[in-house]
């Protein structure tokens, strides 16, 4: 099992920033991907960005030039930089690690922190 730990979020005015760090602990792959969902109220549940333990990254459209994935392999911690944030980033942060083992991934989530951005 996996557990995963995350902090930082917060209300923000609009062009600020924040940060979101996610620590995780237990039976973690070599291999794996370490990522930043959002889900915003009555919306499905998005991809923001996401780094896998090589150190490629993956971010939505929405949020390039914005926001910045981040990971310590040695804590086996992600982050997430969020600057120039926009009221539309408002929504709850869910940080996933995929363990991988011969093309097949394990999925784990944590519990979510929530990112307000007001005009």
């Known amino acids: 099992q996996v557990q995963l730990v995350e902090s930082g979020g917060g209300l923000v005015q609009a062009g600020g920033s924040l940060s979101l760090s996610c620590a995780a602990s237990?039976?973690?792959?070599?291999?794996?991907?370490m990522g930043w969902y959002r889900q915003a109220p009555g919306k499905q549940r998005e991809l923001v960005a996401a780094?896998?333990?090589?150190?490629?990254?993956n971010y939505a459209d929405s949020v390039k030039d914005r926001f910045t994935i981040s990971r310590d392999n040695a804590k086996n911690t992600v982050y997430l930089q969020m600057n120039s944030l926009k009221p539309e980033d408002t929504a709850v942060y869910y940080c996933k690690l995929r363990n991988m083992r011969f093309a097949v991934g394990f999925d784990y989530w944590g519990q979510g922190t929530q990112v307000t951005v007001s005009s």
């Open positions: 780094i896998a333990s090589g150190g490629s990254t």
């Open positions: 237990g039976n973690i792959f070599s291999v794996n991907v």
